[in-house]
């Protein structure tokens, strides 16, 4: 835990996707909200079927839903997506002439029905 997904309108031609992927990783293993690196889990999506707003204009997004085990307060969970917003700031860029969203979303996993095992390789 965490497990951070992120989509990206498949308009953005240079979205590096892996090189966004490690800064966040990094970023949120820095916040100290997370026992350890390793317990960061992100992938990406890019949505070749879609649509901001009703426009024919140029548009384009990227979006971060970073999933938590519950229990953190509402000020942790705000400095979270704001952690995470601000990687996107960093790191993706509009292409000449096209309207970018970038948002951030923190949503709640319940403890009780989350599962998970850890597999080591095998020597």
């Not at 990783?25 to 390793?38: K, M, P, T, W």
């Not at 990687?87 to 951030?104: D, E, I, T």
Request: aromatic share 4%; glycine share 4%.
């Amino acid at each position: 835990m965490p497990h951070l997904t992120l989509e990206y309108s498949a308009n953005l031609k240079a979205f590096d996707a892996a090189a966004t992927l490690l800064a966040l990783n990094e970023s949120l293993a820095a916040s100290g909200h997370f026992a350890v690196e390793i317990d960061i889990k992100s992938r990406c999506v890019r949505r070749d079927a879609f649509l901001v707003g009703t426009s024919s204009e140029p548009r384009a997004f990227v979006h971060a839903t970073l999933s938590i085990l519950s229990g953190r307060t509402p000020e942790t969970r705000r400095a979270l997506s704001e952690r995470v917003l601000s990687v996107l700031k960093a790191r993706c860029g509009a292409p000449s002439g096209v309207h970018l969203q970038l948002s951030a979303q923190v949503v709640e996993i319940e403890g009780e029905s989350y599962a998970k095992v850890s597999i080591e390789p095998a020597a």
